[in-house]
T-cell receptor, first 111, second 115 residues
Framework: DAKTTQPTSMDCAEGRAANLPCNHS???????VYWYRQIHSQGPQYIIH???NNETNEMASLIITEDRKSSTLILPHATLRDTAVYYC????????????FGGGTRVLVKP | DVKVTQSSRYLVKRTGEKVFLECVQD?????MFWYRQDPGLGLRLIYF???????EKGDIPEGYSVSREKKERFSLILESASTNQTSMYLC??????????????FGNGTRLTVT
């Protein structure tokens, strides 16, 4: 599995964009980048995933660098309910959808 | 919306008891997974299943077994519970087939305490 490196924690102001970085320098060509988040006392929630193109959905945008060694998850207008641990994961495609979670980034959205 | 339901939110069991954790999904997903989550250790994969009656060991299968008799249901079994199995247990499911990139959908977890 390609390992990922994320900041341990970060704060964000309510209403502002939150930019969450992730390094995955050993990613291989067929591995996707996935983002999940976990709000306290709940199971992880899928946010978005991508291979090499930037992706956007109703929750967030994912920007992947051209060399695919890093990515950024963007929450366009953070709310207090976005306070959570955010996990950047690289998927081992050959292992039947197995996901290996790292430590994640604890994001605190402040009023 | 995909729904993954775990039978219990909180469970307290005694050392040596046989414990069953049940998980049901309603989206006809082929893949199902059991993780445990502990402070400082993150989520660790215990077992997963590609299909009915199929199972694969994850990263920490010792002390656990699983059962998948029906597509929608995946059970985690602690044959003889021990205190080091006190943890949050999370079930997840996803589509398989050609779509290896199908995201996992998680339940809300079962917090198991073994005394």
């Amino acid at each position: 599995d390609a390992k990922t490196t994320q900041p341990t924690s970060m704060d964000c102001a309510e209403g502002r964009a939150a930019n969450l970085p992730c390094n995955h320098s050993t990613i291989s060509g067929n591995e996707y980048v996935y983002w999940y988040r976990q709000i306290h006392s709940q199971g992880p929630q899928y946010i978005i995933h991508g291979l090499k193109n930037n992706e956007t959905n109703e929750m967030a945008s994912l920007i992947i660098t051209e060399d695919r060694k890093s990515s950024t998850l963007i929450l366009p207008h953070a709310t207090l309910r976005d306070t959570a641990v955010y996990y950047c994961i690289v998927r081992v495609v050959a292992a039947g959808n197995k996901l290996t979670f790292g430590g994640g980034t604890r994001v605190l959205v402040k009023p | 919306d995909v729904k993954v339901t775990q039978s219990s939110r909180y469970l307290v069991k005694r050392t040596g008891e046989k414990v069953f954790l049940e998980c049901v999904q309603d989206m006809d997903h082929e893949n199902m997974f059991w993780y445990r989550q502990d402070p400082g250790l993150g989520l660790r994969l215990i077992y997963f299943s590609y299909d009915v009656k199929m199972k694969e060991k994850g990263d920490i299968p010792e002390g656990y077994s699983v059962s998948r008799e029906k597509k929608e249901r995946f059970s985690l079994i602690l044959e003889s519970a021990s205190t080091n199995q006190t943890s949050m247990y999370l079930c997840a499911s996803s589509f398989s087939g050609r779509s290896y990139n199908s995201p996992l959908h998680f339940g809300n977890g079962t917090r198991l305490t073994v005394t």
